[in-house]
């Protein structure tokens, strides 16, 4: 199902889709013409329905993960646009999908497309976007940053306010290093890929990076007193989560753990 909504002159596209019986968002965003991300292949049919209607003259994936790249190759198909992505997404897209089982029945399978490569500047009609490389949560994240109005799109860098479980190629560090690098800019609210437009989210971005500093000394000072990594996790995140399971562990707190001491052993 998907939803309509504005704010700030950007309209927010939100995607629901169910995962474990609760639905779990997906934003796309329109703005001066410009599509950034375009869902999951799951919602193909009524993104299309949005597509036929809508005018945009260009495409930018703040990352190559499906749940963002879905519809991509339909648009290829079907409007003579640019798709861009950072250089490092471009060889990855252009495969055929290669994600397990309960991402396909969860965002759908995405087919390959030919994106190309995203500059350093995007130009639309009326504004010039800084292209900000994000890496963390994947090699090839991205997020845009508008200097005349302060329009910040963040991906998938913020999410939620506090990070329990990631994925195994993730990296708080470098999350962290990343988050530092979006506050330098000059901006009060956030189009997240997920938790959609937060208003505060300045607010918000600051403290998930006070969190995560907070959660990496805490590693590092249990890792320091001779605790293994397994030690660590359960300490420090006593839950578990059924995605846990159900990913085979692609999803796990312990990624937490074992990003934080290996970036501390090879600094």
Not at 100 to 128: A, C, H, M, N
Not at 147 to 167: H, Q, R
Not at 176 to 193: H, K, T, V
């Amino acid at each position: 199902m998907i939803t309509f909504h504005t704010y700030e002159n950007v309209t927010c596209i939100d995607c629901k889709v169910s995962i474990g019986g609760k639905d779990s968002s997906v934003y796309l965003y329109l703005v001066d013409g410009l599509l950034i991300d375009t869902g999951a292949k799951i919602l193909e049919d009524e993104l299309i329905s949005f597509y036929e209607a809508t005018s945009f003259e260009q495409v930018v994936l703040t990352h190559g993960h499906e749940d963002h790249v879905g519809t991509a190759a339909w648009i290829e198909r079907n409007r003579n646009v640019p798709i861009l992505i950072h250089e490092n997404g471009i060889v990855p897209c252009s495969k055929p999908a290669n994600y397990r089982k309960y991402r396909q029945d969860t965002w759908g399978i995405r087919e390959p497309f030919t994106p190309q490569r995203l500059g350093d500047t995007v130009e639309t009609g009326s504004y010039k976007w800084n292209v900000i490389y994000t890496p963390g949560h994947a090699d090839d994240h991205v997020a845009l940053y508008n200097e005349a109005n302060g329009l910040l799109f963040s991906g998938d860098l913020y999410l939620i306010p506090k990070t329990k479980l990631i994925m195994h190629d993730e990296s708080i560090p470098q999350i962290i290093e990343s988050i530092r690098r979006l506050l330098a800019y000059d901006f009060q609210s956030m189009f997240c890929s997920h938790a959609g437009y937060l208003a505060n989210g300045r607010i918000l971005l600051t403290a998930k990076l006070e969190y995560l500093e907070n959660l990496s000394g805490d590693i590092l000072h249990l890792y320091r007193l001779g605790l293994t990594p397994e030690e660590i996790d359960a300490k420090l995140f006593p839950n578990r989560y059924p995605i846990v399971e159900v990913s085979e562990r692609e999803f796990d707190s312990r990624h937490i753990v074992q990003s934080v001491i290996t970036a501390a052993l090879q600094a």
